[in-house]
């Protein structure tokens, strides 16, 4: 049985990397190329594991979306069977409900979109006001969210503390 593949973007290649060395798993580079007028081609590895998970943040996610709609299928294609999304930021989670006639229900739009192209997802902290789960939000086979407010409670207060901070408030 081969080793799991993290397959990321350029602009989050640290991060990525560093995910898949604590996974125990392989990090791959999606490459990019965007045309003059915007549209995109990407170039996945031309073979992949079973187990594959994609990391892409979706702050700014209009393009990161349509790259998720052409990596997702190609990596199936290219031999994943169980797909995750790790995105650490999740977005159009917000809109849950029309408020006006006429507005798009976001949530539930990019919702079965990300269903449909992943097993599994993996967020952090979304943004879930009238649902109880992100499951409901996203109906994959696996969600999971993960909390930062650990991580933060554990370094925010050393930062606090610290004298590079001290020397940037301008309230001291």
Request: proline share 6%; charged share 15%.
């Amino acid at each position: 049985m081969s080793k799991p593949t993290l397959l990321y973007f350029s602009e989050e290649a640290h991060q990525a990397i560093e995910l898949a060395a604590l996974c125990n798993a392989s990090a791959q580079l999606i490459e990019r190329h965007v045309f003059p007028d915007g549209e995109l081609k990407l170039q996945l590895p031309s073979q992949l594991p079973e187990r594959v998970a994609i990391f892409h943040s979706l702050h700014h996610p209009n393009q990161k979306l349509i790259e998720l709609l052409l990596a997702a299928p190609t990596a199936r294609k290219m031999g994943a069977r169980q797909l995750t999304l790790i995105a650490p930021y999740l977005a159009y989670m917000r809109q849950d409900m029309a408020f006006f006639p006429g507005e798009a229900v976001s949530q539930q739009i990019i919702g079965k979109l990300l269903a449909s192209l992943f097993d599994a997802l993996i967020t952090v902290d979304p943004h879930l006001h009238r649902v109880s789960s992100l499951s409901q939000a996203v109906p994959v086979k696996n969600a999971l969210v993960l909390s930062a407010a650990a991580l933060m409670g554990m370094i925010f207060p050393g930062i606090i503390r610290s004298k590079a901070f001290r020397a940037n408030d301008s309230s001291a």
